[in-house]
């Protein structure tokens, strides 16, 4: 048997045993449907109190402004159509980037269909948007402002606290993505000045179809699902227990040594993409070192077809993500590395190794070898 190196993390992340343990609980034992009157279900109500609590401490707001959600892309949903909604009447324009997640460009592609204008900032050829341009395309109708934190791609980390310094006071929303932040930047909504913000559990050791919405007290933002008026009238379905017991869990032992986490990964990053530009021909796409967050790496193997590197590292046991996607059974090249400058062969060469948690320098100095041999 190969060894298996996973160098993945962006996709998703192992859920921790802890976080696991701490979830189970509320599967079999308290079962209790948070709504009911009797006080056996008063442990799934506690629970759901207590990990909104929780996160709440760690992100710096208050327990009510933290909504429970199905994950990133429903966050991203809500964010964006429940906000262009309630504020139409006061313009129809919004304003997001060339490089976000497809959960926003989607759902921002929807609304454009539905009567909004939608304009795309351009960035620079790390990834990054201007505040300048951003206030040039600022107009009277303009209602909602989405940016994400840091892309998934090539882990540019975008000026939130500025551009949410700049926005505040003009009666614009503010929404980031900052699905991808989580775990790499530390993320205090007090000094970010953003109205919403999307997070999803299974980006950060938590599990699968549980995320957060933020949603600063006053935001005037309309429902996404309708139902039973859970957590307020706000976002109807019987809570997801045990998930929201396990992202908060997932939170907290993130935080807890947040800082030396972030610069154990950013040492293997370093000695990855150096390494890595040591390869005839390799090139990294997106920002230099500080700018870029902790676990990820995105290189141009210039002429190489990305997928078949992708086929030969995982027969060497790796798992990496291509800078292409597969969309309606053409390879199309991602739109990220497109926006900042990369030519179409140039992105179909691109691979993104993203480490995490439990990946080591042996693992990095592994998956370095094994690039020697493939491109050799
Ligand atoms: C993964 C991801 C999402 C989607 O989150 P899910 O929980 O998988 O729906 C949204 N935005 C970004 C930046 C992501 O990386």
Not at 49 to 54: A, I, L, M, Q
Not at 57 to 84: H, M, P, Q, R, Y
Not at 195 to 224: C, E, Q, W
Not at 307 to 334: N, T
Request: net charge negative; with cysteine.
């Amino acid at each position: 048997m190969n060894k298996q190196i996973y160098m993945d993390y962006s996709a998703t992340t192992p859920v921790l045993k802890e976080v696991i343990e701490e979830m189970l609980p509320y599967f079999n034992t308290y079962y209790g449907n948070p709504s009911s009157v009797y006080s056996f279900s008063m442990e799934s109500k506690m629970a759901i109190d207590k990990s909104r609590n929780t996160i709440a401490k760690i992100f710096n707001c208050k327990e009510e402004e933290i909504f429970f959600t199905s994950g990133g892309t429903e966050s991203d949903n809500w964010a964006l159509v429940g906000s262009a909604m309630a504020n139409k009447d006061k313009g129809k324009h919004i304003i997001t980037t060339e490089i976000e997640h497809h959960a926003i460009l989607e759902t921002a592609d929807y609304l454009k269909r539905e009567g909004f204008e939608i304009t795309y900032l351009p960035v620079d050829s790390e990834g990054r948007i201007s505040l300048e341009q951003l206030k040039k395309y600022i107009r009277k109708d303009t209602i909602l402002v989405s940016i994400m934190t840091a892309n998934n791609e090539i882990g540019t980390i975008e000026p939130i606290s500025e551009i949410g310094e700049f926005l505040k006071d003009k009666g614009i929303l503010f929404h980031t993505d900052a699905v991808q932040a989580v775990g790499h930047i530390k993320l205090d909504l007090n000094k970010m000045n953003v109205d919403l913000m999307s997070i999803s559990a299974h980006k950060f050791y938590g599990p699968k179809g549980i995320g957060v919405l933020y949603i600063r007290k006053g935001t005037k933002i309309n429902n996404l699902i309708f139902g039973g008026q859970q957590q307020r009238g706000r976002r109807s379905g019987t809570e997801n227990v045990p998930g929201i017991v396990g992202i908060a869990k997932a939170l907290e032992i993130l935080n807890a040594d947040l800082e030396t986490e972030i610069e154990r990964q950013e040492k293997l990053r370093n000695l990855f993409i150096k390494e890595a530009l040591k390869i005839n021909g390799v090139k990294l796409n997106g920002p230099s070192n500080e700018k870029r967050l902790s676990n990820n790496i995105n290189l141009c193997f210039n002429g190489k077809d990305g997928e078949g590197l992708l086929v030969r590292l995982d027969m060497e046991g790796i798992c990496a993500s291509a800078g292409s996607a597969c969309s309606a059974g053409a390879i199309e090249p991602s739109h990220v590395l497109r926006a900042i400058g990369l030519l179409e062969d140039e992105a179909k060469s691109s691979i993104r190794f993203t480490i995490g948690k439990f990946t080591t320098e042996e693992d990095v100095i592994y998956t370095i070898k094994k690039l020697y041999e493939i491109l050799k």
